[in-house]
């Protein structure tokens, strides 16, 4: 059973940071490409992130390039999601997901996903 579980979401004020790390279970993590997405009240879930399975290749929404930051620690079966200079439209439940494949040919599709975590709520305040 694949399990993956968020955590390090809360309060934060404009301009603060925060670490989001997801623990993967039951499959082999270091195969497979990462990705964080996030869903804000009332609108459709969003691409955030993804890294490939060896943590050389990125793809970051341009909403966040230059602020977050993705990687991936394959001994610990750990991703993480570095969120810096947070704007309160940052507010939103964070999701890791984790791939079918090593690369992931279109980071942005939550199709391309088959496994998510329950989501961790990052709120950011003006």
């Known amino acids: 059973q694949v399990q993956l579980v968020e955590s390090g979401g809360g309060l934060v004020q404009a301009g603060g940071s925060l670490r989001l790390p997801c623990a993967v279970s039951g499959r082999t993590f270091s195969s497979y490409a990462m990705g964080w997405f996030r869903q804000a009240p009332g609108k459709e879930r969003e691409f955030v992130a993804a890294?490939?399975?060896?943590?050389?290749?990125?793809n970051y929404a341009n909403s966040v390039k230059g602020r977050f930051t993705i990687s991936r620690d394959n001994a610990k079966n750990t991703v993480y999601l570095r969120m810096n200079s947070l704007k309160p439209e940052d507010t939103a439940v964070y999701y890791c997901?984790?791939?079918?494949?090593?690369?992931?040919?279109?980071?942005?599709?939550?199709?391309?996903?088959?496994?998510w975590g329950q989501g961790t709520q990052v709120t950011v305040s003006s």
């Open positions: 997901a984790s791939s079918s494949t090593g690369g992931v040919p279109r980071p942005d599709m939550p199709t391309e996903y088959p496994y």
């Open positions: 890294i490939n399975w060896s943590g050389r290749i990125f």
